[in-house]
């Protein structure tokens, strides 16, 4: 595509012989609130997205089911109390379709899409140390010029494929559940394969059930799940949510996770197993996570703990399994309750109660291969029109890994991150200069868009204090890195999440040097608000770790 012509205020900042001030990659909710932040200032900046339009995550995957697990009204943007003022979420919980309308109701609102060009994938970037600025190369030939890089490029954006033989075989139509086509598909009379069972599956399987003759889930590890307990948002009710936005930002901002629920105060071992029978019971049938995170924080890092917790979700399971033995497959052996992302579900274990619906166990009669008309296993072969493969990301590293980055002599970052990110507060990376990232690895894996505004409202004031003082570069002391990299690993040393085949931990055994014990300290887990106050400590001490030129 031909390069859009950006009419921005000249502040003193812009450098001419450069195509651009600063380059944002990625259009998604990271992405869109950057540039508006970038635009306010008049910088000469613009946005790349491989994706035929915005949304990101929520332009992608438009799967049956597909929806926000957090509370529309936490997810949201804060920044524009116009925007608080007019949007009207219709449900607790949004779905896909409507957070991406939310999303371009924002970007047209500001006129953000003027600076947007879709269809740039970015195959290379490379720093030149002469002059301070980075090159990048379009997968559309182009070449831009930048002083600055922002990536907004998505913590789940790769989605991978399992390493099935003749999976190019396969007749019907399949594509990974991110990849779900964009035009409707009619699953009326289809015979539909599910392979994996993990959050994105658990979302997805409900809704296939309801449409497709036959629903075949192969599930090789079972995962723990909590209701949703979506309802909508009446006209009273938002007005309610409006009223007491400062409220629950407030709350979110002093909340591990960054949303409404805070845990418990008191400590398990505190209050009797009535007491904790009856916290659950509550929790368990109210919306959200609450079930998670406002739960006692001892679940988290005390075995016994978590294992009461864990028999008390087995037996919230068997009562909505009608069959025993089924249920006991569907409850996880392998790790306790909560100490890896908890998927949220909408009848997701009475879907394996309806007759259409079979459940494979993976781990027992494993997929041999697939073939022209449907999967081969040890045990069989079944047929099917469509296979939907749930399984999974290149979590946190792997939009950046499919890029060749290169910083100062060279260095490629993804041989720098081959065992795993290494980071300077999850912001920046040594040796690799004028590199900024919003959302990295390294920051908290919390509620997404609180912390993305965390991240740019970080992003921006950095840069104006760069211009204010005159200098064209930044990088990183190695020191500071170093010591960083070790602080996110000992986060990790008293914590049960550490011992889990999760994305938390880099798990992902469809990609060669991610198996389980090779563990990759992917998230910063001490909370949103230790961050937060890390962040202020570090820019109140001049920007301490960086060094400017």
């Known amino acids: 595509m031909a390069e859009q012509t950006i009419e921005t205020k000249n502040n003193g900042n812009i450098d001419t012989h450069l195509d651009y001030q600063v380059v944002v990659i990625g259009a998604g909710l990271s992405g869109i609130y950057q540039i508006k932040r970038l635009a306010d200032l008049g910088v000469r900046a613009t946005v790349l997205d491989a994706n035929a339009d915005l949304g990101g995550t929520w332009y992608n995957n438009r799967y049956p089911g597909a929806r926000f697990d957090s509370e529309s009204y936490t997810y949201g943007y804060s920044f524009s109390q116009e925007v608080l ?32 060009q879709f269809g740039c994938r970015v195959d290379s970037m490379v ?47 399949s594509f990974h559940a991110s990849h779900w086509p964009h035009e409707p598909l009619d699953l009326t009379g289809k015979r539909v394969a599910v392979i994996g069972s993990g959050a994105t599956a658990i979302q997805l399987i409900p809704e296939v059930a309801k449409a497709a003759e ?50 418990d105060g008191r400590s398990f071992y505190d209050v009797s197993p009535e007491q904790r029978r009856e916290l659950w019971d509550r929790l368990y049938d109210e919306p959200g996570f609450g079930i ?64 259409n619906v079979e459940l494979v166990d993976a781990a027992e009669t494993p997929i041999v291969r697939i073939t022209p008309t449907g999967i081969e296993t040890s045990e069989g072969s079944f047929e099917f029109d469509i296979i939907v493969y749930a399984t999974g990301f290149d979590s946190f590293t792997g939009a950046l890994d499919q890029i060749d980055i290169r910083g100062t002599d060279g260095e490629q970052l993804r041989d720098k991150w081959a065992a795993g990110p290494v980071t300077y507060l999850g912001l920046m990376i040594s040796r690799f200069p004028n590199f900024l990232m919003l959302m990295g690895p390294q920051t908290p894996a919390a509620n997404f868009p609180r912390c993305a505004e965390q991240s740019v409202n970080w992003v921006t004031p950095f840069l104006e204090h760069m211009w204010a003082h005159g200098h064209q570069r930044f990088d990183v002391d190695n020191t500071s890195e170093a010591e960083w990299v070790e602080h996110v690993k000992d986060l990790y040393k008293g914590v ?29 887990n001490g909370g949103v608000p230790r961050y937060a106050n890390i962040l202020s400590e570090m820019t109140d001490n001049d920007y301490e770790g960086v060094n400017f030129k």
């Not at 009608?322 to 992302?341: C, S, T």
Request: hydrophobic letters at 35%; one cysteine or more; a neutral charge.
């Open 85 to 116: 003022d007019e949007w009207h979420w219709t449900e607790k919980h949004s779905p896909q379709p409507e957070t991406l309308s939310y999303l371009n109701f924002v970007t047209d609102k500001f006129k953000l899409r003027n600076y947007m």
């Open 127 to 173: 720093f030149d140390e002469d002059t301070n600025h980075w090159t990048l190369l379009l997968s559309d030939g182009r070449e831009l010029t930048t002083r600055f890089i922002i990536t907004a490029v998505g913590t789940l954006s790769t989605p991978t494929l399992p390493k099935f033989k003749g999976i190019a075989s396969f007749k019907g139509a």
């Open 214 to 263: 036959q629903l075949t889930v192969f599930q090789r590890r079972p995962n723990w799940a909590a209701p949703l307990n979506n309802a909508p948002i009446s006209e009273t009710e938002m007005a309610a949510i409006r009223a007491r936005y400062d409220e629950i930002f407030a709350t979110c901002a002093r909340s591990p996770g960054g949303f409404e629920h805070e845990p």
């Open 292 to 355: 998670w995170l406002q739960n006692f924080a001892e679940i988290f890092v005390d075995e016994k703990a978590n294992a009461e917790i864990s028999a008390y979700i087995a037996e919230r399971i068997r009562q909505r399994v009608n069959d025993p033995a089924l249920a006991e497959r569907l409850i996880p052996k392998d790790h306790g309750f909560g100490v890896q992302r908890l998927p949220l579900e909408t009848g997701y274990f009475e879907t394996y109660n309806r007759s």
């Open 496 to 524: 049960l999440l550490r011992t889990a085949k999760s994305f938390f931990t880099g798990y992902n055994s469809n990609i060669e040097g991610h198996e389980y014990g090779k563990i990759r300290h992917n998230i910063y």
